[in-house]
C-alpha cells in the first residue's frame, strides 16, 4: 500500500511539473475582459478570462463590442479594443540583468498603451507593430490603431 500511495505521489508531481513550469513562461496576466475575447496558442485556442496566463507568441483577438485589460510582468497596462487582433512578438523583463524587451504586433483593430517598469527605465526596448508602422515610446501613455 505505501509503494502505491508513493508511485501515486510520484506521478502527480512528475505531471505538476510540466504545469508549473508553463505558469513560470507566462508574460502578463488578463486583467479584465468584456464580451468574447480568445487567446490563439499554438494549435489551441482558448477563451479569455480574468485570471488567464499570457504567453510569449500568444495571439489575442477581441470580437466586435468585446475588449480586454492586460497587464504585463513589470506593470505595462494594455488594452485591446474591440475587433482587434495583437501578438505578444517579445518580452523580456529582467531588471537584476538590465535585460528588457517589449514588442507587440498590431494586426487591427486598436489598443491602448502605458508604460510600466520597461517603459520607464528603457524606452528604446518597446516597440509597437502595426502593419503599416512602427511606435517607439518616449511617453507614458498611448492609443495605437491599426485599420
Known amino acids: 500500500m505505501k509503494n502505491v500511495i508513493a508511485l501515486a505521489t510520484g506521478l ?5 511539473l510540466p504545469l508549473a513550469r508553463s505558469t513560470d513562461d507566462h508574460v502578463a496576466l488578463i486583467k ?12 489551441d485556442v482558448l477563451l479569455a478570462a480574468p485570471g488567464t496566463l499570457v504567453l510569449l507568441s500568444d495571439e489575442l483577438s477581441s470580437e466586435r463590442g468585446a475588449s480586454a485589460g492586460i497587464v504585463f510582468k513589470d506593470g505595462t497596462l494594455l488594452t485591446l479594443g474591440q475587433s482587434s487582433n495583437i501578438k505578444v512578438r517579445e518580452y523580456v523583463f529582467e531588471p537584476k540583468d538590465g535585460h528588457y524587451a517589449f514588442s507587440i504586433y498590431l494586426a487591427k483593430g486598436q489598443a491602448i498603451y502605458s508604460s510600466g517598469r520597461i517603459g520607464k527605465v528603457a524606452p528604446e526596448s518597446v516597440k509597437v507593430d502595426t502593419p503599416t508602422s512602427t511606435v517607439g515610446v518616449r511617453g507614458t501613455r498611448f492609443i495605437v490603431v491599426a485599420e
Not at 502527480?12 to 505538476?16: D, K
Request: hydrophobic residues 55%; positive net charge.
Open 12 to 16: 502527480a508531481l512528475a505531471l505538476a
Open 32 to 43: 479584465n475582459v468584456t464580451g468574447r475575447v480568445h487567446i490563439a496558442r499554438g494549435t
